[in-house]
């Protein structure tokens, strides 16, 4: 086992240019934006001097390549600059508003496993039958709707019409932040499953038909032990690559989220920092982002070599 | 405990542990005629006895065995007849009554070890799995029971294999695996499909070999389905020629070998290579056999027979009995093979 995880260092490494790389996208993208934290600071009726005078002691008068190496040189030092909004270091901000955004999305994961692992098996066991057809049509309504839209329409029914559910904010305790962050993960775990189940039901009906599924039931199983030791694992394989691919989705959503829920994570924290030009902060989130997604591939890759005794990616990209 | 095949013969004869009669398998359509791939078939074996099935690829024998385990593909169905496993009628049973049948009482063992096998567990868990659902078995004590089930189908370093997958086995040990699991729990009835079918020759005879002792020593009974005439020489003591979903001609092995009463086995019989006669000339039947919604309407062998008549286009012929045990499903049989002592 431990050998065929061996490919793990290497992608870490891997992962090091990748995260240059989208810093200095972000930092020349985010500098083609007109004006800069200077007048969003001061307001629309900031003389021309002060803003001058604030400009030059952001340091955002000097040449953009300057501030990109002041940025690195700090990065450097493990700090992420001081946002310009709050006067407070980068670090901090994404340091805090990161247990929010994470716990959200791993929430969201497991609502969307608690949601296709079921729909996807009643869907598989009769393919064209009554309830695959209602799975189906469950998939393409998940599709259909915009996310934002989803969430809007959680919060009228079951925040403000029932009364069973926060509007939004994030709680003090953990209970707390389970119960409140409930609707949001609700709403992604809505756009993300259908996306699992087509996977998951497809791979499950090929399995079910698989010669070693035949043995299985000539040993007796059936039912949930037959989809237990038997067809989960198998089916999950292809799955799982499905679903590293579309956390990075699930982040992008997540932001619009957060706003819809009024979260105090990463997606609020860049929302607020592109409005108000406030750039190393919107570079330490996209930063974290970029980290993240960059986990999450690695992490799809471990999954998947340990589900699958038969893959070994140090052998294949060595090969 | 259990009957020995050796004392089994003429007792257990009357009382038989499968009897399956007309048993008709096939696709059962909303309109019009069902397709029927399996076509009144029948056979009984009794305890401990090894009954081989032979007969040309698509010819109905895997879904028979398929029948009998409950493990018919999607769509195909045992359309009438009855299967009774000791007395008890499998068409029919509740699924779950069922299942508990599948591993202590039987058990089935496919043609492809590779695809029979779960990729993704250790083929020790997957030998264990039986005898912890059906014996109760702690799962220390069937892992033991698994490791010692590897030994006696001949795998070496049993206790080292047992933590390997599938892929990392060989076609021989793979099938060792397949053996070990179907007999842990000491069925009395072992259904093989082409066991050996996809292992080189010499392999073929060590993994025969194998399944033939552990079935002697529990008294397990054998329905053996192949297409090569040497493997039911070697292995069975009776036997079936099928030809397109029905039974052609059967007997004991001896008998149905040595002194065929049907024009199909005569023919399979010339066309397949004897180690005994190797100059011996190869007569290949002509043709091919009928597809399962072309098979003519009398005797469907008609078409490539050349001893048919014009009776053999309109009826199917019956199955009748030439000597006691073995009969013959064909109008002509006696003519043709007149000069023949039977
Ligand atoms: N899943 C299926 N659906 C439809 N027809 C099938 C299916 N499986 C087998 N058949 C038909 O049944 C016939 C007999 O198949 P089979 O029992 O596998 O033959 P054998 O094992 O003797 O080679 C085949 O010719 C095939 O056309
Ligand atoms: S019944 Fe007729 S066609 Fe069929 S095998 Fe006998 S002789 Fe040939
Ligand atoms: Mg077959």
Redesign the pocket.
Known sequence: MLHRLSFVPGRLLQSVPVAFGVTLLVFFLAHLLPGNAALALLGQRATPESVAALTEQLGLNKPLWEQYLLFLKQLGQGNLGTSLTYQSPVTGLVLGAIPVTLTLLAYALVLSLAISIPLSALASFRPGGGRDLGVRAFTLLGQGMPQFWVGIMLILLLAVGLRTFPVGGYGETAGEHLYFLFLPSLTLAIAMSPTIIRSLRSSMITVLESDYVGTAKSKGASGVSLLTGHVLRNAAIPTVSVIGVNLGYLVGGSLVIERVFALPGLGSLMINSIFTRDFPTVQGVTLFVALFVVVVGILTDVIYTILDPRVDLGRASSA | MRTSSAAGTAASTALSLLRVTDLRIG?RRRRGDDTV?VDDVSFDIAAGQRFGVV?E????????LRAVADLL????EVLSGSILYDGRELVGMPGAERRRLMGPEIAMIFQEPMTALNPVVRVGDQIAEGPRRHLGLSKRTAHSLAVEMMAKTGIPDPERRSRAYAHELSGGLRQRIMIAMAVSCSPRLLLCDEPTTALDVTVQHQVLRVLEDLCADTGTALAF?THDLAVVNQTCTSMAVMYSGRIAESGSVVEVLSNPRHPYTRGLLDSAPDFDQPERQLIPIAGFPPS?TGRPVGCAFAPRCPFAVERCRTAVPPREEITPGHDTACFESERIFAGVPA
Not at chain 2, 57 to 64: A, H, M, N, R, Y
């Open positions: 696709i791939i007969g690829s698509g010819s109905g024998k895997s879904l028979t593909p999607k769509g195909v389905v399962v």
